[in-house]
């Protein structure tokens, strides 16, 4: 069995919902992978929910050392 890095929320916690960049779609539970910032213009976010966090292996940013 594969073990996780990534702390499980508890059940009261709030999740955010958005737009998952990998699956390009809509889901519950998304976080901040990377933050792409632009000398010109504004930067670009990119957010991954749970799933495609455990299938491509993305550690959100505010869980990185």
Do not use: N
């Amino acid at each position: 069995m594969a073990e996780t890095t990534q702390t499980q929320p508890t059940p009261d916690t709030p999740t955010a919902y958005g737009w998952c960049t990998w699956h390009k779609g809509a889901a519950d539970d998304i976080r901040l992978i990377s933050a792409i910032e632009q000398g010109s213009g504004p930067g670009v976010s990119l957010f991954a929910c749970g799933p495609c966090r455990d299938l491509y292996g993305l550690v959100p940013l505010t869980d990185r050392p």
